[in-house]
């Protein structure tokens, strides 16, 4: 069972979606291949998708031999929690539509907007044993919490990541390891009657609008938002709204002591 709650403010659907689309973890499914390697995906500033695969692959061979140049498929880009869960799968995106090479003309302005959003390593290696595929949407389906969300293509394009999806994962995790203070001064902030006596909570996601928690229990589990006084907008102002957070909840302890 998942629930928030309710008057949390959160990011919309088409936010998450381009945040889980930065995730690495990603698959092919399309007729005629019976498996896929995706080297690297990203969906650039622009909300352009576009893979690198290798030029030996299966999928490369099939998209080469579809009848118009182009090959229906579906990117499935999967999210894991950065600590240990029950369930590590937090959400899944899935991107339908249709691949095409990537023209030799074009590679290096795409290649230089893929670096931008996902300098991945395997950038360095098309032209030589990689190849640039591009997907052009047709659909876009977030699923997360067990509900599943669909957006239009212009949305999901014209949309960005959270401003905190590069240091999500490391923030989580240093709290997780070293901080079981402030863990638990987030853990005050959940609303009374949630919690159960031997339920663990532990720190399931960070994005602008705060901090998200994963209370494990005997019979399942449940996720709640732990605000922030005000959304931020760069990484730079998450040090100073977890301050406040956690000085408010310090204050809220003392007073109900």
Do not use: N
Not at 123 to 142: H, K, S
Not at 206 to 228: K, M, N, Q, S, T
């Amino acid at each position: 069972m998942t629930s928030t709650t309710p008057s949390a403010v959160r990011p919309s659907a088409a936010e998450r979606a381009r945040s889980v689309a930065c995730r690495p973890s990603a698959a092919v499914c399309a007729a005629g291949v019976s498996g896929s390697r995706v080297l690297a995906h990203a969906t650039t500033r622009a909300g352009q998708v576009f893979l690198v695969v290798p030029e030996d692959g299966e999928l490369l061979h099939v998209v080469w031999s579809a009848p118009e140049g182009d090959l229906p498929a579906l990117l499935m880009v999967t999210d894991h929690a950065p600590v240990p869960l029950r369930d590590q799968v937090r959400a899944q995106l899935w991107l339908s539509g249709w691949l095409t090479t990537v023209r030799a003309e074009d590679e290096r302005a795409v290649a230089l907007a893929f670096a931008e959003v996902q300098p991945a390593g395997a950038l360095l290696d098309v032209g030589r044993g990689a190849v640039l595929l591009r997907m052009d949407l047709a659909e876009v389906v977030l699923g997360e919490s067990g509900t599943t969300v669909e957006l239009t293509p212009e949305d999901y394009a014209a949309a960005a990541p959270d401003p905190l999806v590069a240091v999500e994962a490391s923030a989580l995790q240093h709290l997780d390891a070293d901080h079981p203070g402030e863990l638990a001064l987030l853990r005050s902030r959940i609303p009374g009657g949630w919690l159960a006596a031997g339920d663990v909570v532990r720190p399931l996601g960070l994005d602008r609008a705060g901090f998200r928690l994963r209370i494990e229990g005997a019979r399942g589990h449940r996720d709640v938002r732990v605000p922030f006084d005000a959304p931020v907008t760069c990484e730079a102002d998450l040090g100073p709204a977890v301050h406040r957070l956690m000085c408010a909840a310090k204050r809220c302890c003392r007073t109900t002591d």
